[in-house]
């Protein structure tokens, strides 16, 4: 079967730093997609990471280890904008359908 | 246009109706993905086409539904004898080969 996990809600504080985890048990993996998505709207494409180690975007890096099924978004400087949905998708082998998890919501206090 | 475009945008139907939604994807774009999304939740995976042929429709709920993508451009997704319980918002997105899909505006289906 396929799995996608990450924390449903997470709070952070303006100009703070937060970190968005997420695990995930699939039977093959080609890649990894971060997006965002604001309520209302459709998910816009954040990053890709397919092989291990820190991808840096910005004020957004994501982190992947395939050994753990483990990945991250990091984002620092937080904004208000920055309230939204988080979602982590994987690409399955074969395929290449593209899975998604829940998503985590994201509130961003002044 | 630059982006996925979707139609319509909203759609309200009764019970038992069939509807047809349409997807517009990026050109050139060899992929093309239908999700459909309930409120609080991450896109479900319905159906994915490489070229004109469905790699892997094993999304799909039941044979209530089906897509076709005829000419491995736009694809149009069918729902017959709708149901309430297929009211969602359904998201369509189109990548080149293996690159991450973007996705359209999505349209917001409504079944009374």
Known sequence: ?110 | GAGVSQTPSNKVTEKGKYVELRCDPISGHTALYWYRQSLGQGPEFLIYFQGTGAADDSGLPNDRFFAVRPEGSVSTLKIQRTERGDSAVYLCASSWRQGPPFFGPGTRLTVL
């Open chain 1, 1 to 110: 079967g396929q799995n996608i996990d990450q924390p449903t809600e997470m709070t952070a504080t303006e100009g703070a730093i937060v970190q968005i985890n997420c695990t995930y048990q699939t039977s093959g993996f080609n890649g990894l997609f971060w997006y965002q998505q604001h309520a209302g709207e459709a998910p816009t494409f954040l990053s890709y990471n397919v092989l291990d180690g820190l991808e840096e975007k910005g004020r957004f890096s994501s982190f992947l280890s395939r050994s753990k099924g483990y990945s991250y978004l990091l984002l620092k400087e937080l904004q208000m904008k920055d309230s939204a949905s988080y979602l982590c998708a994987v690409s399955v082998n074969r395929d290449d359908k593209i899975i998604f998890g829940k998503g985590t919501r994201l509130h961003i206090l002044p």
